[in-house]
């Protein structure tokens, strides 16, 4: 079949593009999982059970958004101010095609750092985590509502906007999303934005599946993610497939 045949091609060559810098891009988005695990009980000594749980499986979490919104949309908004997206676009091959295979190289990015992530922290932990089955197929959802909203984002603003909104986002992220915490700390309008947002969802969705003896999993945090990842998803098709 043409697409997939133009879906392999071009899977080979985002990865080829990012050859230089793919290997420290997948080292820094796992260092951000490491620290996490291994730096947070630094800053906090006395941690009980339920917080030494949330830090080992928002640590992932945390990972996969940091690529998924930040470092994606910076790159992409650079893809667009040199002008290859522009040239991606006069290819002969399917947007779709194209789309998608950015995608399945920026989550590949993201798996090793979740899989590092869990692993050290519960060897860190001592903790024995009965990780669900549903672990890959919510893992994987998180990862691509991640980066199709990151997409979005940059198919959307300009760079230098795109820079300051991912900055923001870093912020907004590590001080304000229930991802190491549960939502009732927050302040009831805040947690009240966060029911909407993705990323709620996102940390639920984590931890739901990788300590389910732990945390539940509601069904309202996939639906959440669905809608937000074909929402980004339709907005960045729209953007590459528009003329002029």
């Known amino acids: 079949m043409q697409l997939l045949r133009s879906y392999r091609l071009l899977v080979t060559w985002q990865a080829l593009r990012k050859r230089n810098y793919l290997p420290l891009m997948m080292a820094v988005q796992t260092l951000f999982s490491l ?31 940091s690529v998924g919104l930040v470092a994606l949309p910076q790159t992409v908004g650079e893809q667009k101010t040199e002008g290859s997206l522009a040239y991606m676009r006069s ?67 300009p760079y230098m906007l795109t820079v300051v909104i991912t900055q923001a986002i870093v912020v907004f992220v590590f001080m304000f999303s229930p991802l190491t ?37 509601p069904m309202g945090a996939f639906l959440t993610l669905a809608v937000w990842c074909a929402l980004g998803f339709t907005v960045t098709y729209a953007a590459m497939t528009r003329r002029g």
Not at 37 to 42: F, H, I, K, T, W
Not at 47 to 64: F, K, N
Not at 210 to 216: D, L, Q, Y
């Open 35 to 65: 620290g996490i695990v291994l730096g947070y009980p630094l800053l906090f000594p006395t941690l009980d059970r339920t917080s030494i749980y949330l830090i080992a499986t928002g640590a992932p979490a945390i990972s996969v958004v």
């Open 91 to 157: 290819l002969p091959v399917a947007r779709l095609a194209y789309l998608v295979a950015d995608l399945t190289v920026w989550l590949a990015i993201v798996i090793p750092g979740v899989i590092l992530g869990v692993l050290v922290g519960a060897w860190h932990f001592d903790l024995h985590l009965q990780v669900s089955p549903l672990v890959v197929p919510a893992v994987l959802m998180v990862a691509l509502t991640a980066t199709c909203v990151g997409y979005a984002i940059a198919s959307l603003l």
């Open 181 to 217: 915490f549960l939502p009732d700390k927050l302040p009831a309008w805040l947690e009240a934005i966060h029911r909407v947002l993705p990323i709620q969802a996102m940390g639920e969705v984590t931890r739901g599946t990788i300590a389910p003896n732990e945390f539940g999993l």
